[in-house]
Structure formats: structure tokens, C-alpha cells
């Protein structure tokens, strides 16, 4: 089928395809739409419907069928056909009628609707088709994970992602608003940065998709170790930046001087029509050292590397962040998870610790009929580990902090901003696994009064 | 939309496809949606006995987790349908709360 009518329309046109692949435009409802709005008072009844082996309740046979449609009957036509030469269809209640009308529908009529790749239209679209692709990442999962790592115009989130480049498109899209400063590194373990084709998708304008920059986790965590021993980290990466732009001069030098040579014939090829740059870049030495400078730091670490340990991957990740900075770690399994919970948290190195599962359910919302979907598959949606950093260096402080003020005897109880946090995070916590938490504990609030105490 | 952008054709809120937009440009119609269930009460239980057969005949030594859960067809969509979200806390357990462990700050350092 031609996709000329989509040019110049906006996104979210609906279109029927015809027997000739020709797509004309439609009305914006999907297809098979219930349109009963309130349940009717019917007194009939399926119970006496029964399945007929051979068919025999549809008058028009595959032959008639294929004829009609070799006509150019339209697929609503067709269906109203269907119906007429049904024997059971009159018998059937108003909900069955329905239910017969839509099934066919979706059967005999094509409907097409020009989305919008937004984050969520693609994590719904790689879900349900290609899951491995995102490593199952399902969409109210992504979704928390941005929430949870404050994304917004000029952050500066890192993000440790193996899922096609789903996690940083999204972080782009939040982050790369025009006029914007915030940038995403996409951190890597490895020497090659992970797929980042789901980016490509996106439509990002020019200012998202050059927000995103590849950078390894090695060369940020050596960056930020040489900073801290005293080095000017900007001083050499300025030096090895000459150094790789004098190379690639000379390599394109001696690729002109070769063309020259053979008598240059390729034509130079001309780029379509809209084409525009998809390609992420790789951050510069300077722009790493940049990023790993002390003073600077992250403003959010996101972590959705099934292959990484999660707990690992914090204790390197997170002195890269600023203080208090917030997490997101996702993992397809709860227990690296909660292992890395209990060491964050036995060590202090962050508070308002949270592990959630995202559930979800499809639901059929109509009014007397709603109810869940009978045969729902949503999957599985993994678990989500929340934080805030808190640098070893600012417990240290508290420590010191709350031995002096001991030492003096005052009960002033003046808090340093590290146990406020602390405190706040106690109440969020306290606050949001609520009674849930107590009802499983089976010890009702015995926690608080044993505070009290 | 223009030449250039990409866009994302669902096709009966099921099938989704990618396309680089170029002017004269085609793609393959598919066929539309076949029954969701295609037989009748005798056939469903041919093929849930087939399906045990084959499990006996060429059992399951390890699954992959993933694999296990095969759950991932596509979904009907309709305007009417919505999806409920929901987030469960596992953690911190009733147990693991603050206030029931000695306090780790500068308060207990007294």
C-alpha cells in the first residue's frame, strides 16, 4: 500500500486500507469500537446458541466471501452482510451482537493509524512485538524509571542502559528541550557502547539527539580518580583531542591524496528528501572530563542493565553522581535488587531506599461491563530500586558532626542535611509502604512505639 | 508529517510496524486480524492435548525465565479498554523499617 496520503498529515491519522492497498482517511475510533454506551434490558439469551461443526449458521460462504470482496465491497458492508446471513445473529443479546460485530471487524477490515514514535508508543510497540530488543523493559516500568531519576530540562542524567537505546531516547526526549544545556551519557561498561538504534527512531530534534553523548564508565571513573588526586584532567584531554584531530587529518589527507591518485569516478551520492543526522556521538576527552569533574557530577543515575550487578554497578556508578542525587536501577529479578537495598543501606550510602514492582493490567472499562481483560498477557514488568546518593564523605561528616554536638551536651537536636534527608526518607518510607507493610509484619505500629521508646 | 520523519503504523491496534517516511513510497499491506480464536470447543481441545503430548514426549529440563513467560501476545486496543498501573512495594519490608533497627546517625552516637 502507497503511504503518499500520510504526507503532510499530522500524527495520529487513522486510515482504512481497500481491497487495492489504497489507504483512505478514517474516523480517529479503532476499529471495532464499542459503541453501546449503557447495557440494554435484553431478555434473550445465548444458552440456546450453539457451536454449529459445519458452519451452517453463516449463509455466505469463504467463495461468496471472496467474491464480494474481489467487488470491492467495503469492509463494513461486508460485515453487515455477514450479519444479515447469520442464522443465530438475531438471537443473539444486544453484548453478543456486539461482541459478533466486532470480531468481524477486526477480521475483514484493515485500519491504520500514523503514531507518533514517542518513548511510550515505541517501548508498547518493541513489548508486545520484539521483546528481547529492550530486554523486556515494559512501558509503566520506563516510566517510573524517569520519574524516579527526575528527569527534566537541563539534567545531566547518566544512564547504564542495554536496552537498544530505549532508556536514553527517553531521557533525550525529557532532556534535550530547545535551548536546553542538559545533556544524557550513556555510560558502558564495555569498549563499545550498547545498541542505540531505538534512538534513531525517535524524530529527536537536533537539540535532543545531540544532547546524548556515549561515554565508557572506565574512562569517566579514571577521569574523575585523576581529578581527585589533583590532576587537570581538562589540560591533557585538550592535548589528546589535538592529538585525535591531527590523525584524522592526516588519515583524510592520505585518503584525498589516494582518490586523487586513481582518478576519482564515484559521483557524490545525494541525500533524500528530509534525511536528516541520526548518528550518536561519542563523548570527547574533554567533555568526559568535563563530565567526571568533582564539582560537577551527575544530576540522576539510571540503571537498566540486566547483564551488570546491580549492587556493582552502583557502588562504581554513584560516586559519579552528585550528592543527593536519585536512582533508578531496574532488574527483570527482585533479588540483586534487594541485595543492593540491604548493602546501600547498611552501608549509608543512600536513603529513601524503595524496591517496587510496576503491575499492570488491561481492563475492559464500559459502563456495567468492567471488568479485566479475560485473556490479559501483560508480562512481566521487573522491579525498580529507588534512591538518593549520599557520598560517604557527607556521612563521615554527620558522624563527626553528631559526636561533637554529644560531646557538648546539647539536645538541640540541630540535624546536618544528610540525616534530615535520612529522616524524610524514614517518613516517605513509612508513609508509602504504610499499611501494606504492617498488615505482612503482622506487628502494627510497634516500630514507632519502639522509637518513642 | 514529512519525508524523513519516522512514524509508527499500527495496524488494527495490533501490529506495529516502523517506517522511515519517503515520497512514492510503499509497504505490504498485511492481512487483516484472523479470529482470536479460530475453531471450536473441539479443536481448542485437540490442540490442549497435543500440547500436553508434545510436553511428555520432549519435556522441559530448564526454562529460561523469560521463555517461561509467554505471555506476550499482542493486545486488542480500544479506546474503551484502559490499563491499570500499579506499583507494589517489596521492599523495605515492615521488618527492615528504620525505626526498627538502631538508628545509624549521628543520634546514636551519643
Not at chain 1, 429 to 441: F, H, I, Q, V, W
Request: glycine letters at 8%; one cysteine or more; proline letters at 6%.
Amino acid at each position: 500500500m502507497s503511504l503518499e496520503p500520510l504526507l503532510g498529515q499530522p500524527f495520529g491519522s487513522c486510515y482504512e486500507v481497500n481491497q487495492d492497498g489504497i489507504l483512505y482517511p478514517a474516523e480517529r475510533d479503532p476499529i471495532g469500537e464499542w459503541h453501546a454506551a449503557k447495557p440494554e434490558d435484553d431478555h434473550r439469551s445465548n444458552k440456546e446458541i450453539f457451536d454449529r461443526k459445519d458452519a451452517s449458521a453463516q449463509g455466505l460462504s469463504h467463495d461468496d466471501i471472496a467474491r464480494l470482496k474481489k467487488q470491492g465491497v467495503a469492509g463494513d458492508e461486508l460485515v453487515q452482510k455477514l450479519c444479515e446471513n447469520s442464522a443465530t445473529f438475531s438471537d443473539k443479546t444486544a453484548f453478543a451482537q456486539e461482541k459478533y460485530v466486532k470480531k468481524k471487524m477486526l477480521k475483514h477490515l484493515t485500519r491504520v493509524r500514523a503514531r507518533q514514535p514517542s518513548a511510550r508508543a515505541i517501548c508498547e510497540a518493541y513489548f508486545y512485538k520484539q521483546p528481547a530488543t529492550t530486554n523486556w523493559m515494559r512501558y509503566d516500568a520506563l516510566g517510573l524509571l524517569l520519574l524516579h531519576a527526575n528527569l527534566g530540562a537541563n539534567a545531566q542524567p547518566l544512564v547504564v542502559e542495554a536496552c537498544g537505546g530505549l532508556v536514553a531516547a527517553a531521557a533525550a526526549e525529557r532532556v534535550g528541550a530547545e535551548g536546553a544545556s542538559g545533556r544524557v551519557c550513556a555510560g558502558h561498561a564495555g569498549p563499545h557502547c550498547n545498541s542505540l538504534d531505538i534512538i534513531k527512531l525517535m524524530n529527536l530534534s537536533t537539540a535532543a539527539r545531540e544532547c546524548v553523548v556515549t561515554a565508557p564508565l572506565t574512562a569517566l571513573l579514571d577521569a574523575r580518580a585523576r581529578w581527585k588526586r589533583g590532576e587537570d584532567v581538562d589540560v591533557s584531554a585538550a592535548a589528546e583531542e589535538t592529538a585525535i584531530a591531527a590523525a584524522r587529518e592526516a588519515a583524510l589527507e592520505t585518503k584525498r591524496a589516494k582518490m586523487a591518485a586513481e582518478g576519482d569516478q564515484t559521483e557524490k551520492k545525494e541525500r533524500a528528501e528530509g534525511w536528516r543526522p541520526k548518528r550518536t556521538a561519542a563523548a570527547s576527552p574533554s567533555v568526559i572530563a568535563h563530565l567526571a569533574r568533582p564539582s560537577e557530577g551527575f544530576t540522576s543515575l539510571i540503571l537498566a542493565s540486566p547483564a551488570l550487578e546491580p549492587l556493582d554497578a552502583l557502588r562504581e556508578c554513584l560516586p559519579l553522581c552528585a550528592p543527593s542525587a536519585p536512582f533508578a536501577a531496574w532488574c527483570p529479578f527482585s533479588q540483586p535488587l534487594a541485595d543492593a537495598l540491604h548493602a546501600l543501606r547498611r552501608e549509608r550510602l543512600a536513603v529513601n531506599l524503595a524496591l517496587t514492582e510496576p503491575w499492570l493490567r488491561r481492563h475492559q472499562v464500559l459502563p456495567g461491563r468492567t471488568h479485566p481483560t479475560m485473556t490479559t498477557g501483560a508480562g512481566a514488568g521487573g522491579f525498580v530500586l529507588t534512591g538518593n546518593w549520599i557520598p560517604p564523605e557527607e556521612n563521615a561528616k554527620t558522624d563527626a558532626a553528631g559526636g561533637d554536638a554529644a560531646a557538648a551536651g546539647t539536645e538541640t537536636g540541630a540535624e546536618t542535611e544528610a540525616e534530615a534527608g535520612a529522616g524524610h526518607a524514614r517518613a516517605r518510607e513509612d508513609r508509602e509502604s504504610g499499611e501494606e507493610a504492617r498488615e505482612l509484619s503482622g506487628d502494627g505500629a510497634e516500630p514507632n512505639k519502639k522509637a518513642k521508646k | 508529517m514529512a519525508p524523513g520523519d519516522v512514524v509508527l503504523l499500527e495496524m488494527n491496534g495490533e501490529k506495529w510496524a516502523f517506517v522511515n517516511l519517503k515520497r512514492g513510497q510503499c509497504v505490504p499491506a498485511r492481512s487483516p486480524r484472523r479470529h482470536v480464536f479460530s475453531g471450536n470447543r473441539e479443536s481448542g481441545a485437540r490442540r490442549v492435548a497435543a500440547a500436553a503430548a508434545k510436553r511428555e514426549a520432549f519435556p522441559l529440563v530448564a526454562r529460561v525465565s523469560f521463555d517461561d513467560d509467554a505471555t506476550f501476545h499482542a493486545p486488542l486496543s480500544h479506546s474503551t479498554d484502559a490499563r491499570l498501573f500499579s506499583t507494589r512495594f517489596v521492599a523495605p519490608h515492615a521488618s527492615c523499617q528504620p525505626n526498627a533497627e538502631p538508628r545509624a546517625s549521628a543520634s546514636t552516637a551519643r
